[in-house]
């Protein structure tokens, strides 16, 4: 199965204390959104994620939240790439439990305490 993509692909800088989240859904994104500038992160939303793979070329997030519906979608090739690309970025996937994927996943909509479990152990 073959793919292409439109984003603009840039050497991988550093960040800081940033954040990508790519969600569809409006209201999931700026409910991360928000908890995740409350824990002191600046944060950019998409609602594409093959946009937030640009995002994440551009500012060099420390975290991406990418969505994941099914293997081979667009957050998958977006996740895929961006861990390829920019290893500096932490890579969480939003979506339904799939086997053997190499991104850790928690299922919409979030539970905050979770994610909060997965910043301490990603940006410790």
Known sequence: MA????A????PGYGGRRAVIADADLVQREALAGHLSGRGFQVSQTDDALE???IIGAEAPAVALLPLDHEGDDGD???????????Q????????????LPFPILPRPVDLAALDRWLDEATA
């Open 89 to 100: 970025t932490r890579i969480l996937m939003t979506g339904p439990r799939m086997p053997n």
């Open 77 to 87: 090739r977006a996740a895929a790439l961006a861990a390829m690309l920019y290893p």
């Open 52 to 54: 937030a793979l640009t």
């Open 8 to 11: 603009d692909i840039r050497m």
């Open 3 to 6: 793919f292409s993509i439109d």
